[in-house]
Nanobody
Framework: QVQLDESGGGLVQAGGSLRLSCAAS????????MGWFRQAPGKEREFVTA????????YYADSVKGRFTISRNDAKNTVDLQMNSLKPEDTAVYHC???????????????WGQGTQVTVSS
């Protein structure tokens, strides 16, 4: 089992920044790929970004390219999401997730955190 704990959400004005963090514990060899997904009320969970271990290849949704940056520290089993130039449409619950292979499909991620709320006011 892998436990994922997110932190860093909150309320920010449009144009502002937030940094989310996710700490993994347990069987962390299952966290070859770490990703962030988000889910707004009444909408499906959507892929935001992901990063591979050891080499750190990254993947981004078009809607966040150039504004969000994912990074990871394999020694500490953490992954961060730096979010800049936030927009009201970024408002959602953000979930950290772990998978063995890179994918934008949430069904490919076996482990999930509880989520952290990000609210961007206009």
């Amino acid at each position: 089992q892998v436990q994922l704990d997110e932190s860093g959400g909150g309320l920010v004005q449009a144009g502002g920044s937030l940094r989310l963090s996710c700490a993994a514990s347990g069987r962390t060899f299952s966290t070859r790929v770490m990703g962030w997904f988000r889910q707004a009320p009444g909408k499906e969970r959507e892929f935001v970004t992901a990063i591979e271990r050891s080499g750190g290849r990254t993947y981004y949704a078009d809607s966040v390219k150039g504004r969000f940056t994912i990074s990871r520290n394999d020694a500490k089993n953490t992954v961060d999401l730096q979010m800049n130039s936030l927009k009201p449409e970024d408002t959602a619950v953000y979930h950290c997730a772990a998978a063995l292979l890179p994918s934008t499909d949430p069904k490919m991620y076996a482990y999930w955190g509880q989520g952290t709320q990000v609210t961007v006011s206009s």
